[in-house]
């Protein structure tokens, strides 16, 4: 997995929310056996028109929103199925740290495994982002995962919760089946002990 | 011995905890594992670059569901890429020892569908699925829920997943449903009162004596949309109904383990006094025949309704949202939900394509006949032993001579990944679980209902109270 230290990136602001994993990536782009190549989908339904042109009030088809490797957007995000398509897509399209008031758990815990950050801020702050990538929309934000923040120049600094366990894997980029192979003994053991106590499931 | 009263899920996550870090990071066994060609293939392909096996073949069950076509299918699959995928998951499960229904099997339905009717699902397991309606199996009485496709890649080589405790809600429905109100509009009526996010975080026990009053069926559909209100797993404690469901069904425990397995399964019941997270409370006799108006499950509303104005809510990012809702699903404030005309209509879905389902339509159906300004009214079972089930009975021949197209099991419309969906603009009454932009059709309109309110609906033509019909 790609490692997570630090980013620094221009931010772009999806004022939406609840947005859905159908948003995200409709079904049609599922039909794939790849990981690779869903950027160009992301959004597809509010990002083009129906014969392929851009839509030119998505905030992505925006300078320099473009370029964004940031998205603020708002309460619930990643709602809906499990597809880690959604997560794909997003860093297909270059998308490394998503920042809202909640995040939906499937989502959220996807993206983690695809070398991507979501931090959940109070929505005050994140109000306070949204504003400040609209109004000076080319300065970009700074995270810094070992410490926690998101500064942007000297005009504020937020800190963010992150689970340890998390934390760690981002910024080694651990792969979680290695970790968990190292700990075969440990299964092996379970499974012999559940063998007396649950017969019929084996 | 440990003597804290514990919740159901409390028990169930104890008993498969391999290993707890320092963190409260665990390690967790997981039982059962489905599997559908959707969220499977990189798994499958992460496994082999790799050099991995799986784990637990028998612990593991794959079908094919989201991407087959519901008409005929003699001439197997005409989309390619719907053919690769379901192709790439019949030769993985080859190679990877693991049992699979193909699209000729008769036990091949939606893979929520299948699991419980072969008895695979069981009350105090650990069920996953590259599926977020997984939360369907804990109808059960199991810890049953949606994962990623590099989650389900974790699983099959590991058979565990590395997980913290979820908090614990309880939403305890006392009472008795009144007449025309099913399990659906009990779940409807529930998203309304938490929201989307009223459970994220959260693991979700149903219980109470309207709850308990449900079949397995009507267990699994409140389950299933556990995940609409943003809890990852739903579940409610196994008694009697669960145990006389399981009994027989080909993958159930058999002779002596089944008697060891149902005295196991009798201690997993939440017990006297253990605490919650969160309570929440409803009474049956307030749930009316409930459809949604908006393009998120929370936006319910009781048919008697009309649609809402931005003004009525009072949080600002709501009130845009709901603009935003109104301008999408062609609505105006202040409409009578019951004078919403309607273009297609979708009976099916992990939701609500059991049998039980389908006996509510035909009775609502039978000797009636589609409006003529319905373009399509599907009947899509959830599987070929419901197919056939619906058959036996006579509810075939009772939909298809009201009208409706009697189709082959699978996802469908649900999420329209394959053929089945709705054009821009057209509007639906469905029996699926999800109502966001785009999900039946880009530019497509659904409104989410029980099987019997999307039946009368199907008959009149536009959504109506099902209690006027009866």
Redesign the interface.
Known sequence: MQKFTTHSGIAAPL????V?T??II???F??????TGLGVHAFN??RYN?DGSDKEDFVLNKEPYRQASILIT???FG??????HA?WALADMGIRVVIAP?????FF??SF??GMLPIALPQEQVDQLMNEAEENPGTPIEIDLEKQTITRGNKFSFPFEI???RKHCLLNGLD??G???Q?GK??ST??DQ?KQ?????? | MNSKPRTLFEKIWDDHVIHTDENGTSLIYIDRHLVHEVTSPQAFEGLRLAGRKVHHPHGTLAVVDHNVPTTDRANGIDDPESRLQVDTLMENCEAFGVQVFDIFDKRQGIVHIIGPEQGFTQPGMTIVCGDSHTSTHGAFGALAFGIGTSEVEHVLATQTLIQKPAKSMRVTVDGTLPTGVTAKDMILAIIGEIGTAGGTGHVIEYAGEAVRALSMEGRMTICNMSIEGGARAGMVAPDQVTFDYIKGRPMAPQGADWDKAVAYWKTLATDEGAVFDKEVSLRAEDIAPTVTWGTTPEDVLPITGAVPAPSDFDDPNKQQSVERMLDYMGLNAGTKLTDIALDKIFIGSCTNARIEDLREVAKIADGKKVADTIKLAMVVPGSGLVKEQAEKEGIADILIEAGFDWREPGCSMCLAMNADKLEPGERCASTSNRNFEGRQGRGGRTHLMSPAMAAAAAITGRLVDVRELA
């Open positions: 004022r939406m929310m609840n859905d159908d948003i409709p079904k049609q599922l039909r794939t056996i790849k990981r339904d509010i129906e708002g309460e619930n709602c809906g199925s499990s597809r880690e997560p909640s995040f939906a758990d499937i815990n996807n495994k695809n689970d340890p366990f979680d089946i970790l968990t192979l700990k440990e299964i379970f499974e559940d106590k649950r017969s019929w499931l084996y």
